[in-house]
């Protein structure tokens, strides 16, 4: 027997309902040709009551987003870091998921928008799933979670006016100063990717690897596009905008439709207790990037994206990444904002998809899961069906922990635990100006009147103390934004002592 209705006269399925009962008609019962409805028409309210629950709430941030399957795998031997099964050996391969997507704008936003892009991965491993979730940049606008949530609020829409203001975000950054170094990163000629298959993605945070000895090595991720890294430049962007706001999805899209795969090279910097405790900045500072000089780029492996989904709901907009996704071998860091994440984005799925968005098919681990969570909105139990739901318990074959995946201790010292002060005591212009005198002439040039562009939107209280970070990273930064918001540079600079 099957649930499957057809039609002998009709080389078509039978339409049904949700619990897949055949429909006869597609009309509303009504009485008589005229009306009114009837309420006993259970085909038509089904209908209507899914099609007002068919959106989910979007995301706060990086709601306009693209997905695609793909695979990695294993080039090099990094066992001596780590103990993750997925670096286990060369030539391993670990299936995963990949989701792009741009951060302040809401759903309806282009992708060919000058904003930092967001870079997350499923790997779904033989030992769970891990997730790693970053963006195209090697650092962030702040490194106290406290700000987060008020630093997206600058990128949102006005309260009354319902526009993105200028003079909100650049009060927030001026008064952020560890914001500059990303601020730099956003205005210059890297700030609008001419497609997802053409950025790089970063972990951004620092994490920690730990080998089969228990031996901790604090690390960071880094996946190099082997198509090389495109930019466009905002005239540019402003013509694809006005063609296809969708620009970056349908070129991801068609090129895995093609055959054309686009791939990426994960590297990783490592670093040691005793060299973080000898490094000039605070390693898991998300401002701060490792120079590469100093921590030199380590091979690991390929990764490509091969698939596209099938369903862009089920797959793409439902997709769930977390940070607190982690496996044996990987873990978290005293970096404050990844700790924040580490609940955040955890708590944004359960609001979001609910308390079983891991049993959606896209998140869903490849590997056996067994725990005592259970029920709630949208749990199958699958997992667990009748079996026992407690623990400690002594009964056969229930799911126990073992030691062996316990990571080694922590050694905290006497931390004071305080509120610290996390403008103190931390040099956020070095990095940034570094950052500035890479570019070349015509690079500065851009970027400083793209900032200049910006900037003159705010209220001029609010240039005066940005313009002062600007020359604190380098005078010719500053001197240049403030020549073109038409602002004398001698009273700059001395404000800037």
């Known amino acids: 027997m099957t649930n499957e209705h057809t039609d002998a006269s009709e080389q078509c399925p039978i339409l049904t309902t949700a619990d897949g009962a055949p429909i006869g008609r597609q009309h509303a019962l009504t009485a008589g040709p005229r009306g009114p409805l009837l309420m006993q028409d259970v085909q038509l309210l089904e209908q209507m009551q899914h099609f007002n629950r068919e959106r989910i709430p979007e995301r706060v941030v990086h709601a306009k987003g693209s997905g695609a399957y793909g695979t990695f795998t294993v080039t090099h031997d990094i066992s001596q870091y780590t103990k993750a099964a997925l670096f286990s050996e060369p030539g391993k391969q670990t299936a995963l998921f990949l989701r792009f997507s741009t951060v302040a704008g809401e759903r309806g936003a282009a992708d060919a928008e000058r904003d930092v892009r967001g870079f997350a991965i499923k790997f779904y491993t033989e030992e769970g799933n891990w997730d790693m979730v970053g963006n195209n940049t090697p650092v962030f606008f702040v490194r106290d979670p406290y700000k987060f949530a008020n630093f997206i609020h600058t990128q949102k829409r006005h309260a009354k006016a319902n526009t993105r203001c200028n003079d909100m975000q650049w ?13 730099t990163i956003l205005f210059s000629d890297r700030g609008l990717p001419a497609s997802y298959r053409h950025l790089n ?61 686009p791939s990426w090279t994960l590297k990783i910097q490592v670093m040691t207790q005793k060299q973080a405790d000898a490094f000039e900045w605070n390693p898991f500072d998300l401002t701060k990037v490792w120079p590469h000089a100093e921590f030199p780029p380590i091979e690991v492996g390929q990764m490509e994206l091969n698939k596209n989904p099938e369903n862009y709901h089920a797959e793409v907009e439902q997709a769930a990444f977390k940070p607190s996704a982690l496996v044996p ?98 040099d956020d212009f070095t990095q940034a100006g570094n950052l500035y005198r890479m570019f070349d002439e015509g690079e500065r040039d851009r970027l400083t009147t793209r900032i200049a562009g910006a900037l003159g939107d705010a209220r001029q209280e609010i240039q005066m103390r940005q313009i002062c970070h600007f020359f604190r990273a380098d005078a010719d930064y500053g001197r240049r934004v403030a020549e073109k918001l038409n602002i004398d540079i001698e009273s700059m600079a001395a404000h800037a002592q």
């Open 171 to 183: 009060d927030f950054w001026s008064q952020c100063p560890e914001s500059l170094h990303q601020v």
């Open 201 to 261: 993605g970063y972990g951004s945070h620092t994490y920690s690897l730990i080998n089969a000895s228990g031996e901790r090595v604090w690390c960071k991720f880094h996946f190099k596009t082997n198509q090389g890294v495109k930019n466009w430049m905002d005239d540019k962007a402003a013509e694809v905008v006005g063609q296809d706001r969708e620009s970056h999805q349908r070129d991801l899209y068609e090129a895995i439709e093609r055959g054309e795969y």
């Open 329 to 426: 071998g990987i873990g978290s860091s005293p970096d404050k904002m990844l700790q924040a994440r580490l609940m955040s984005y955890a708590d944004t799925h359960l609001h979001r998809l609910g308390v079983n968005h891991h049993q959606i098919p896209v998140n869903k681990p490849r590997c056996p899961v067994m725990n005592y969570m259970r029920d709630g909105q949208g749990a199958t139990g699958e997992f667990y069906a009748t079996k026992t739901n407690y623990w400690p318990n002594t009964n056969d074959g229930t799911p126990m922990p073992s030691e062996r995946f316990s990571d080694p201790a922590w050694d905290l010292g006497q931390a004071v635990a305080d509120r610290f002060d996390s403008t103190q005591d931390h």
